[in-house]
């Protein structure tokens, strides 16, 4: 009599294998995007950890698929444009960043500065859309770079959103300092929010980017918070009062803005 075959049994370790490469590839496209030099896949197998006998499938496959580019003159890969008309592909389908691009056009024609839209993932922000001031001096941010979010404006602004210990669970107890102004402590951090809950803005000078002064208010339309708007500022160009009023236009754009998009239903 035929003995019956397992067949769950004999797939299951090639789906593991599956899951595992998937992982590695995800971890690998993630390295390249941490890091703005060409890698080596000896530099990758120092930062990953990956063997060596992976390390070449896996460049090679992602080399296949555009993800990856190669020097073929060094040996050396960096991210093809394939993650470009991903990370593309991301912003045409987000129904808040029409809506969010016009309220930066405004913002920037009424303050005469750089202005930003920003979503939170984890403890940083991502910069999805950015008007730049004809006269910034100050390459602030790029659409898709990410900046700690104890650092920015925009941060602290969402931040606010959750509570004390939503806080305390997220964050790590020592924060990364990015320049000699950011805050380093949760003490610091919690202090920061609450100033901001109270203010209904949030504020940084020179925390994030040496030269820069922002303010950053929370767009309305989910609870918490997940983006924010916020305007960059040369603080040779700001008073603490221009500052104040710029927050405050913010606040009021936002509110305004959050109002459209659950109208738009938005969610």
């Known amino acids: 009599m035929p003995q019956k075959v397992d067949n769950a049994a004999e797939s299951a370790p090639a789906e593991s ?30 930062r990953t950890g990956f063997p060596r006998s992976s390390l070449h499938g896996l460049l090679r496959t992602l080399l296949e698929a555009g993800w990856l580019e190669a020097d073929t003159n060094t040996a050396r890969y960096r991210l093809g444009v394939r993650a470009l008309i991903c990370g593309t592909a991301y912003l045409d389908r987000d129904a808040v960043v029409p809506f969010a691009t016009e309220a930066l056009e405004r913002i920037r024609e009424k303050t005469g500065f750089t202005a930003h839209f920003a979503r939170r993932n984890g403890t940083e922000v991502v910069y999805l859309e950015t008007r730049e001031s004809q006269r910034s001096t100050h390459l602030v941010s790029r659409v898709g770079r990410t900046l700690p979010a104890h650092a920015t404006a925009l941060g602290k602004a969402l931040l606010a959103e959750l509570t004390h210990d939503e806080i305390e669970a997220l964050m790590p ?14 003490e610091g951090l919690h202090a920061e929010c609450a100033a901001t809950r109270e203010r209904g803005y949030a504020a940084e000078i020179e925390e994030g980017t040496l030269g820069v002064r922002c303010v950053a208010a929370v767009i309305p339309y ?19 009062d221009d500052a104040r009023r710029v927050g405050e236009l913010l606040a009021e754009t936002t509110a305004e803005l959050g109002q459209q998009l659950r109208r738009a239903g938005i969610r």
Do not use: Y
């Open 17 to 46: 294998s599956g899951v595992k490469s998937a992982r590695r590839a995800v971890d690998l496209i993630e390295t390249f995007a941490a890091n703005d030099v060409w890698l080596s896949l000896s530099d990758l197998h120092a």
């Open 173 to 186: 107890a020592s924060l990364t300092a990015l320049t000699p102004n950011t805050i380093t402590t949760l």
């Open 222 to 240: 989910r609870i918490p918070g997940t983006d924010a708007i916020s305007c960059s500022m040369p603080i040779a160009q700001v008073s603490d």
